[in-house]
């Protein structure tokens, strides 16, 4: 059984919006290789950084980052 997973929008928002991963990057303060590996699901975004990059977005970090599967009761 495997944990719960982030996944995100970014790449497909990004291409909604005609936006490069070098443009949002410079609008979240990141490198470009930090978008891309977070695009990829290889790095979590800190919470700051996830809302940066949905404002830069223009969406609600909701729709940018989504939980899969569940977490293990306590």
């Given amino acids: 059984m495997s944990g ?3 996944k995100n ?3 497909k928002l990004r291409f909604d919006k005609s936006m490069t991963q070098e443009e949002l ?3 979240t303060g ?3 290789q ?5 695009e ?3 790095t979590n975004p800190s919470v700051l950084l996830a ?3 949905a404002a830069a977005l223009n969406e609600d970090v909701t729709v940018v980052f989504q939980m899969e599967g569940n977490l293990v009761p306590v």
């Fill in 34 to 38: 930090t978008i891309m590996s977070i």
């Fill in 51 to 53: 809302y940066k990059i």
């Fill in 4 to 6: 719960p997973a982030l």
């Fill in 30 to 32: 990141v490198s470009r």
């Fill in 40 to 42: 990829r699901g290889q």
């Fill in 9 to 11: 929008s970014i790449r």
């Fill in 25 to 27: 990057a410079l609008r």
